[in-house]
């Protein structure tokens, strides 16, 4: 089952392909003050930068989210792996420019400017990102560290 | 996108053949006094009843599910989803009768008896189980509650 470890550079454009091209990801969320993990998958859109998603504000992952402003995010599958950890913060819809919601809706084919005062977006940035398929990918895994993608 | 819904008895047969069959699963776990959610894929086996996990006993998905004695489980794909929220309870490897590691070993090719006193074993039990794969499924998720298959 195991295949030889990707190089990093493949590891690295891998990864970017999957921010750039995929539609959804697992958005795992914790309240501050405790109770039951949250995991539910969401939509997203990638300016290169930070990640777009939206949701309902009463939802447990938009509670989570923003009584925490962190979140877990994995992309890919559970024996191709791509980790985010990540700083989010909860903003008005209105706030997020037309053109993002153009591109998130282009990606997704739903614009979550119809859902209505409920929803709210979450910008979510990456503090740490890892990239693993199986056991012997585990070694050099990590692509990102503190916001900026290593060397 | 999106397919018609299927009828109860074949997602609750969808649901049973992804618990008998399946190797891995998004294992997302929180700690009671707060901090960044955990989520990470792990190999499972599943009795009929309860799900059996091993990982170390220090790693995040350890830590939060010996402190919080909750999990929620994801199984199968993005678009595709069964979510169970569960109870879990860590108990030693050796505890764990022969029989059911075998089963275990056999369905992963991994026996964590191998990996020493710094693993433990996670008792999973179900209390809550939906599947639904897009919107249309949205309705009608909820295939176990209180830990009961719903008729």
Known sequence: MDAAPRPRDVRLADTRHHLESDIDLWVATAHPDGGAPGLVPLSFDWDGRDLLLATGRSTPAGRNMRASGLVRLSL???????????????????????????????RT???????????AAYVV??????AWREYPELVDRMLMREGRWLP
């Open 76 to 106: 890919g599958e559970l024996r191709d792996v791509i980790m985010v950890d990540a700083t989010v913060v909860e903003v008005p819809l209105s706030s997020v420019p037309s053109a993002r919601w153009e591109a998130y809706a282009a």
């Open 125 to 130: 940035t990456p503090v740490t990102i890892q």
């Open 109 to 119: 084919g739903w614009d979550p400017r119809e859902a209505g005062p409920d929803h």
